[in-house]
């Protein structure tokens, strides 16, 4: 469905433009329905850039994004459009995501202007409390409300209801986990493990190695850019074949042990 293939992000950096980073280097992958995959690597190592490039956010510097076997760099206009309908992100501050002088279901309504300006009214709503019932929002408790009224893990499941509005094939989650509290985690990993089972593509992005083991089907490990390690994800973390896999794995702390001092 979604392929990764090898593709490079060089970044320009500087007053002018003129020095140049790598981000991403010949980095692969592919997403099938139904499945998740996670990025997984140390804050700089390019997977939220990976994620913005799948997005249409960052410009591909080499190498082919394709969904279905369309080069999604070749849209634009309405064929951009069209591509959102199939791939949305959310990400890490779910705040961020919102204008606080509006009300939170605000990007509902921007929505529906944008793509289902022709749907009545009735219809709409129903739509609306379809996937608010779907991410597990009572739609009493979200709608008419100003984001600092919520929590985070309500405007989460906000952005993830607005994303299944549309008829989504992947969803980039880049550390949407990070910011929750444990109890609102494990709902939202829940969430995305029934969205999965109705076959969505997950692109699961973390520097958490226990969130990454905990849902997905394959692992993709960055350092510095690079595609370290990938294969099935159970794989890589019983037998990590990359010294950068194993250093990351051995520095897990174990709930099981005490802390030496
Ligand atoms: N717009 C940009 N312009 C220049 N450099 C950038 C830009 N965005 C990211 N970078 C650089 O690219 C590299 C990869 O950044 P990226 O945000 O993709 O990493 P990450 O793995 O998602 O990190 P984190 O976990 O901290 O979010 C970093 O060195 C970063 O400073």
Redo the contacts with the bound molecule.
Sequence with gaps: MLTVDRVSKV?R?GAFGTNQ?T??QDVSFDINPGEVVSLI??????????GKMVLRL?SITSGTITLDGVDISTYRGRGLKNYYRHVQGVFQDPFSSFNPIFKADRVFAMLKGQYFSSMGRDAWQHKVEAALDAVRLDPAAVVNKYPHQLSGGQLQRLLIARALLLDIKVLVAD?IISMLDASTRIDVLNLLAELKADGLGILF?T?DLALGNYISDKTVI?QK?VMVETGETTAVFTDPQHPYTQQLLASVPRLDRRWQK
């Design positions: 970044y950096t980073l981000a991403v690597g140390e804050s700089g190592s390019g997977k939220t850039t990976i960052a550390e992005v520097h960055l850019g």
